[in-house]
Structure formats: C-alpha cells, structure tokens
C-alpha cells in the first residue's frame, strides 16, 4: 500500500526501508520525516523504551504531536494487524498477492513465517498481476 499511496502522491518512496530499518536508496525519501518514522517504527516493534523516550521528544519538536500520535497508533495498529494475521493463520487475498509479487521477494517478506499460509499464485494470477496493480492504481488516486 505504501508503494500504490505514493505512486497515487507521485512521491518517491524507498520500499527497502521497510526492511532494512534506513532510508537505503542513498537519496532521501520524499516522505517527509522518514529517516524519523522509521527509527519510530523500529523503537515500538522492538519496546525499546530507553530508545523510544528521545524519539518521541525528537518527534513532537520535529514534526509536531499529532504527527507523533498518528505515527505511534499506525506502528501500533500494523503490529496489531500482523500478529492477528499471523496467529489466525490468514493468508494474503489474491489481489494483493498479485499487486505485491513484485516486490515481496525482493525485500524478503515471503520468508516471514505468516508467507506460508499463502498459496503460490497460478500462472495466470501470476501473469495478470500488472492489471491488478493498474486497477488498484486508477482506485487509490486522490
């Protein structure tokens, strides 16, 4: 979703961040504070408090605490999501599956223990899935 928000904004984003914890494409991301959201993001999936306490400071002078506030509740609610996901056993949806091929190999996502509970897409899902990120492009524009 990150990909398609910012292709719908026409910002650049650097997907690898997601996993490699930095703004990895040696040029800054056009989301504004990213080098911050995402040792933010970092600090809550690890409840690292004495890391986390500077951060927050750092935020609210920064990017003001409301800003800080939603940045926390989406970290908070994407681990909620993940753990339900992982512990219910839900399988990613065909569409997304199509709409992220691309990619999920690429950062490693399908080596999380949640990938196994999705199946292969058959070839013509797999073949398709261009038409699935167009269309959901063409939706999510603002």
Same mark, same amino acid.
């Given at each position: ?24 494409? !040696? ?48 970290? !908070? ?35 999380? !223990? !949640? ?28």
């Amino acid at each position: 979703m990150l990909r398609v928000s910012g292709e719908a904004t026409q910002t650049e984003v650097d997907l690898e961040a997601i996993t490699a914890g930095t703004d990895s494409s !040696g040029k800054h991301s056009q989301v504004p504070h990213s080098d911050l959201l995402i040792a933010l993001a970092e600090a809550v999936v690890a409840a690292d408090e004495e890391e986390l306490r500077p951060l927050r400071e750092r935020a609210v002078a920064e990017m003001g605490e409301e800003q800080l506030v939603d940045a926390i509740a989406v970290a !908070g609610n994407f681990m909620r999501m993940v753990r339900i996901a992982d512990g219910t056993g839900i399988p990613l949806d065909k569409p997304m599956m199509q709409m992220s091929q691309d990619f999920r190999a690429d950062l490693g996502v399908d080596q999380f !223990g !949640g990938a196994s509970n999705t199946p292969e897409l058959g070839i013509v899902a797999k073949a398709t899935s261009g038409l699935t990120r167009a269309a959901f492009r063409r939706m999510a524009k603002p």
